[in-house]
């Protein structure tokens, strides 16, 4: 099960912090990513943090923005975004790699909007 937590409403340049709680696994042993999902707009990737932490990935659009990081004594993912923009408002999934094929479980979303 993976539950969200951190979006809201931000001004333009603001910054949220987002967290996911994962039970039911061994999360130290799964890949863990981020997705969102705007109106109108098919979901997309925005980052992604391998079991152990040694590979990270993020979608051109939020490099140097965004920060993704987890703590696996916590069972715990974190999305730190910073200088927020309007196109960054969605719906963010927390999402798993259960079988080592690709991101095959979301959590239900939080919804993040930044205003002009």
């Known amino acids: 099960q993976l539950v969200e937590s951190g979006g809201g409403l931000v001004q333009t340049g603001g910054s949220l912090r987002l967290s996911c709680a994962a039970s039911?696994?061994?999360?130290?042993?799964?890949?863990m990513g981020w997705f969102r999902q705007a109106p109108g707009k098919e979901r997309e990737f925005v980052a992604g943090?391998?079991?152990?932490?040694?590979?990270?990935t993020y979608v051109d659009s939020v490099k140097g923005r965004f920060t993704i990081s987890r703590d696996d004594a916590k069972n715990m993912v974190y999305l730190q975004m910073n200088n927020l923009k309007p196109e960054d408002t969605a719906v963010y999934h927390c999402?798993?790699?259960?079988?080592?094929?690709?991101?095959?479980?979301w959590g239900q979303g939080t919804q993040v909007t930044v205003s002009s």
């Open positions: 943090v391998s079991r152990g932490g040694g590979r990270i």
């Open positions: 039911g696994h061994t999360f130290s042993a799964i890949d």
């Open positions: 999402a798993a790699d259960l079988r080592g094929m690709g991101y095959d479980h």
